[in-house]
């Protein structure tokens, strides 16, 4: 009899089970938007090569590979010491001739007569993970390298910070601790880099 009058109701186990859920919620949803912040932070601040191939053939796929290497070497003389990536762009825009260029004599030393396009664009990335860092979803200003019917499978890295680059040294990083560190320690993230590239789909960000 003591036990039954001092035991919580049912309504009172209800609405504390709802107030944690709630409390829960609230604070996921923080934590997640401090995450979506900083990576909103680190595509601000980031400079991407995308080289995209012919097609998914082994001869294209090869051309790919020795156009980026032409491209990494010119733009490790192009790039380094920049102050921000406002001046990374400006560097990118007024080295476009150089890198076409680039591309151009490792396509024909190659013996293929493809077209490449090389410009500087805005577009959609998923969630990529490199050996020593992964960068969140989302739209980022790019290097875009296109040869011929640019059908073929992508490559993409970094110029702004030269994560790509050899002159780095690996001393290449992002501005502030907090987007050094999301991009160094991808795997805790895993489940916010899924749900925050999930975010980007359904709000039509990804288009």
């Given at each position: 009899m003591f036990l039954k009058k001092f035991a919580p109701s049912r309504r009172a186990?209800?609405?504390a089970s709802v107030g944690l859920g709630l409390l829960l919620a609230v604070l996921l949803t923080c934590r997640f938007s401090s995450f979506a912040a900083?990576?909103?932070?680190?595509?601000a601040n980031t400079l991407r090569l995308h080289v995209q191939a012919n097609s998914n053939g082994p001869d294209d796929q090869l051309l790919k590979f020795r156009v980026r290497d032409a491209v990494l070497e010119t733009a490790g003389r192009l790039f380094g010491g920049e102050a921000d990536k406002a001046a990374a762009l400006e560097v990118a825009r007024a080295s476009l001739p150089q890198i076409q260029m680039a591309a151009?004599?490792?396509?024909?030393?190659?013996?293929?007569?493809?077209?490449?396009r090389v410009y500087i664009t805005n577009m959609y990335f998923d969630t990529?993970?490199?050996?020593?860092?992964t960068l969140p979803a989302g739209r980022y200003d790019a290097v875009r390298v296109e040869l011929g019917a640019h059908a073929g499978k992508n490559w993409f890295c970094v110029l702004y910070p030269g994560l790509c680059l050899p002159a780095a040294g690996g001393e290449a990083a992002y501005p502030t601790p907090a987007e050094q560190q999301l991009i160094k320690e991808g795997s805790p993230y895993e489940i916010r880099f899924a749900a925050l590239e999930w975010w980007e789909r359904v709000?039509?960000?990804?288009e």
């Open positions: 186990v209800l609405e900083v990576a909103a932070s680190v595509r151009e004599k490792a396509v024909a030393e190659a013996g293929s007569r493809l077209p490449v990529t993970g490199y050996a020593d860092f709000s039509g960000r990804a």
